[in-house]
């Protein structure tokens, strides 16, 4: 079996992520393991676990360039005998679903994200992620919208959590002195509670709400904002106006891109997803988790699902960041984050997403 992924770039984010994991899943079971995307930082991964990256523009949104695209993932199937096409974003599915309905092989989408649609136009770009003969998504909360946004037969859809690397991911795996070296190059001082926010430097992922909630709790509590603001130096800049006005720009550090999360994530005291709209899944609260860290996440969308309030962490109302810092100074209160980890490996590790998503590719190829 060759499978064929198709994604825009490879840069960082939960898709690549989990592009990549299937990469290893693939070639582990002796399976041909193709990439398609416009390049990025994690193409080295793919190659190392022995997979193929092929390089195209496959994402642009330049609508006189699908015919060409379309030949370009036609030619990829033939010369590599592509036996299914995964698709895991609207712009690249497009030219991906026409190539592979015309070549007569299955076409797989996954859903990883909730697509908005402001009319009938952009709903129809976006059904594209429910055209697969099967369609993926990655939590209950996305299929439920996936059948209210298009109808979708739940025959059609199978749930597939966001998996988590629980070797990775795992407290005893990391380096204490590389997680102190970490704290100390964050600016961090003896007593000091650490808040850790990460995820890409984008509006919706929250970190303005967390910047204010830090401005309601006292001095000894400081943020550290980790990921790539993929060139918004615009919204950087806003960050750092909106922290120096409310009086703690000093107590909020941007760290930038981080390969190692793992060693990020036991470097905090508590970990924040305080997104201000749904996440698909919630893939950042289940790592913490996974290292049996405390998490305080918006109560919309996947987390709600992944954060057993009260128990693994808090659940606040989005967009508010007095309901935040009131979490994050109740943290002790929390009955069960030393059993966290126990709960993610049961339900969303990464070994339990690449068997049910190579099932999935044995069910379509089924005569």
């Known amino acids: ?39 990025g930082r994690m193409i080295a991964e793919i190659e190392a676990l022995g997979g193929v990256h092929h390089e195209a523009e496959i994402g642009s949104k330049n609508i006189l360039s699908v015919p060409w695209r379309i030949a370009g993932v036609r030619r990829l199937i033939a010369e590599h005998n592509i036996d299914i096409v995964h698709a895991r974003s609207r712009a690249p599915a497009w030219p ?13 989408t996954t859903y990883h994200g909730v697509y908005k649609a402001s009319g009938p136009l952009k709903r129809f770009y976006n059904s594209v992620m429910a055209r697969g003969d099967r369609v993926i998504a990655n939590s209950n909360f996305t299929r439920d919208y996936l059948m209210a946004q298009h109808g979708t037969d739940a ?46 430097l984008t509006r919706w992922k929250g970190q303005a709400v967390a910047i204010e909630a830090l401005s309601h709790l006292p001095e000894t509590y400081r943020l550290i904002l980790v990921g ?36 990020v994530l036991a470097a905090a005291d508590i970990v924040l997803t305080p997104s201000t709209e749904p996440e ?15 998490v305080i996440a918006a109560d919309h969308g996947g987390a709600v699902e992944v954060v057993v309030e009260g128990v693994t962490g808090f659940r606040v109302a989005p967009n508010n960041p007095e309901s935040l810092a009131a979490a994050v100074e109740r943290v002790s209160d929390l009955t069960g984050v030393k059993t966290a980890r126990d ?4 339900n969303f590790s990464k070994a339990s997403l690449q068997a049910a998503t190579l099932a999935v590719y044995s069910q379509v190829l089924e005569p």
């Open 1 to 39: 079996m060759n499978v064929l992924q198709v994604l825009p770039e490879l840069n960082a984010g939960g898709v690549e992520g989990t592009t990549v994991e299937m990469v290893e899943a693939l070639v582990a079971a002796g399976h041909g393991a193709h990439v398609l995307s416009a390049g």
């Open 228 to 263: 790539d603001a993929q060139g918004r130096t615009d919204y950087l800049a806003e960050l750092a106006a909106l922290g120096k006005n409310l009086g703690v720009g000093e107590r909020v550090h941007l760290a930038g891109h981080s390969r190692e999360i793992p060693t």
């Open 96 to 108: 991906a679903m026409l190539a592979a309905r015309a070549e007569k092989i299955p076409f797989v």
């Open 155 to 200: 025959a059609k859809i199978t749930v597939i959590p966001r998996g988590v690397d629980m070797v990775r991911f795992s407290a005893t795996a990391v380096d204490i002195i590389t997680v102190a070296e970490l704290r100390e190059s964050w600016g961090v001082k003896p007593g000091e509670t650490v808040l850790v926010l990460p995820g890409r």
């Open 280 to 294: 698909a899944f919630g893939r950042t609260a289940a790592e913490a988790q996974a290292m049996n860290r405390p």
């Open 343 to 346: 709960r993610i490996a049961a």
